[in-house]
């Protein structure tokens, strides 16, 4: 048999999986994954711990212990995501070794109300990094206006961060730029680049379900002409960038140094339309010094009929920007589009967060 994903990754593609339990633990789910499906990373948000911390059972004696101790629901919730976290870095570890510190990265977000507060952020940032305590984790910061600051500061005292919400390629350039100035910093401060990583998430298929929804309001045989191509088309044209970035003598001296670059990382790669291939955003964005995190049905179907063609990135980006006029043209506003995904997607994540702490205050009344 073909192991598809072995192949994916030795195109380049770092595979991570976007999702995270208590039941997968203790389970050993996550170990699986990691020692048969060469998954070498994971990530969370708001979103999955919602849905995580919804299965009442798995958090029972945990629960238990918080409600006899009368801490606040903010608190329990702290304390439950951040030691699975723990363990689930733990479980990572091995790949965090046979990389050199590149993979085996697990995520955790700081709340996602402060999206817009530079100082609150980082000041999330640096507890979550101590209550985790691991030196294979990332902090996930939002790429909002005042998330970029927060990410120059976060870095340059030590700490891992992927940066997530990313839709813009203006806004993925001021990410690497966060990046280089907090590296620069780190490196000033005394820390060691070897031991600081970083991923920039940039988001695939919202950006498809955004637009494709405008086509087809649009209704032209022109605009549906362009259904489905506007997130692989955004993927590329934010390679092309990173490329740029990545070879120039300003990220040289950092690599001098020991730092390791900041991969671009794809999220959001499961299919929201089903006409289309379910692992589209896996085949059409492979490249050298890449992450897919992917749902596991994701990963699944990509070990099962997933086809890896080599770079399918690097010398698309003339056709891109021919997708990216051919938009303008037929009337889409992708500015707009942007400001949108980025608004809604802080507004979701707000929203799960607010679900996740409600489920932990009814486990901690139903056990005082």
């Not at 005042?146 to 839709?167: D, K, R």
């Not at 707009?336 to 932990?360: H, M, N, P, T, W």
Request: some cysteine; aromatic content about 8%.
């Amino acid at each position: 048999m073909t192991d598809r994903l072995a192949a994916l990754s030795a195109a380049g593609v770092a595979v991570w999986l976007d999702d995270l339990s208590r039941d997968r633990l203790t389970s050993g789910g996550l170990d699986r994954l990691r020692r048969e499906r060469h998954v070498v990373g994971v990530t969370s948000n708001p979103t999955i711990f919602a849905k995580a911390l919804s299965d009442a059972a798995s958090y029972a004696d945990q629960t238990h212990d918080l409600a006899r101790r009368g801490v606040s629901v903010e608190e329990a919730a702290r304390m439950l995501t951040t030691y699975d976290v723990r363990w689930a870095c733990d479980v990572m570890r091995p790949a965090y070794d046979a990389s050199h510190g590149v993979d085996g990265r697990v995520s955790i977000e700081v709340d996602p109300r402060l999206a817009h507060e530079t100082d609150q952020t980082v000041a999330e940032a640096k507890a979550l990094w101590w209550l985790v305590d691991r030196p294979n984790l990332y902090i996930k910061i939002p790429a909002t206006e005042a998330g970029l600051p927060a990410i120059v500061q976060t870095l340059s005292q030590g700490i891992s961060v992927n940066v997530t919400l990313i839709f813009s390629l203006e806004r993925y350039r001021a990410v690497m730029e966060a990046f280089l100035a907090g590296m620069e910093l780190a490196r000033t401060n005394g820390h060691d680049l070897s031991m600081i990583g970083s991923v920039a998430s940039f988001f695939v298929s919202r950006v498809d379900s955004e637009v494709d929804q405008r086509l087809d309001k649009i209704g032209t045989a022109e605009a549906r002409q362009l259904l489905g191509k506007a997130a692989i088309a955004n993927a590329q044209l934010a390679y092309e960038r990173y490329g740029h970035v990545f070879s120039s003598p300003r990220w040289q001296a950092l690599a001098d140094a020991g730092a390791h670059p900041q991969r671009p990382l794809w999220a959001s790669t499961s299919t929201k339309n089903p006409d289309y291939r379910d692992v589209i955003y896996v085949e059409e964005l492979i490249a050298p010094g890449t992450v897919n995190t992917m749902p596991e049905p994701v990963a699944h179907a990509y070990a099962d009929h997933g086809e890896t063609r080599g770079d399918t990135i690097t010398g698309q980006y003339d056709q891109a920007r021919q997708v990216f006029e051919r938009l303008r043209q037929v009337g889409v506003d992708f500015d707009d589009v942007i400001e949108v995904l980025e608004r809604e997607g802080v507004q979701k994540f707000e929203a799960s967060y607010a679900e996740l702490l409600d489920s932990v205050r009814t486990q901690l009344e139903e056990r005082r």
